[in-house]
Nanobody, 122 residues
Framework: QVQLVESGGGLVQAGGSLRVSCAASGVFFRINAMGWYRQAPGKQREVVARISSGGSAGYADSVKGRFTISRDNAKNTMYLQMNNLKPEDTAVYYC????????????????WGQGTQVTVSS
């Protein structure tokens, strides 16, 4: 089974920075695309940023220029560097990964972490 574990959330003042991490463990062939999502109270979960296995990244308009997604394939770990945080960034941040369990068949399965709370005070 595959597990995703997020870490690094916390409380920060507006304008501050945080880095959250997502470490994958278990038995699998490889991890394809990964992404960060967030869910604020009373709102739907939304995509924050996604990154391909080759490192190509895409961002939600609300975080462009402030957040940077990256990954270390050797460590099966993904990161989200969040700078110039705003109160509206407050949410539970979830890690998502498309994992190929075997070399064949090559289909992937979707996995989610348990989430880490990020709170930005004004």
């Amino acid at each position: 089974q595959v597990q995703l574990v997020e870490s690094g959330g916390g409380l920060v003042q507006a304008g501050g920075s945080l880095r959250v991490s997502c470490a994958a463990s278990g038995v699998f062939f490889r991890i394809n695309a990964m992404g960060w999502y967030r869910q604020a109270p009373g709102k739907q979960r939304e995509v924050v940023a996604r990154i391909s296995s080759g490192g190509s990244a895409g961002y939600a308009d609300s975080v462009k220029g402030r957040f940077t997604i990256s990954r270390d394939n050797a460590k099966n770990t993904m990161y989200l560097q969040m700078n110039n945080l705003k109160p509206e960034d407050t949410a539970v941040y979830y890690c998502n990964a498309a994992v190929q369990l075997r070399s064949w068949p090559s289909h992937t399965s979707d996995y989610w972490g348990q989430g880490t709370q990020v709170t930005v005070s004004s």
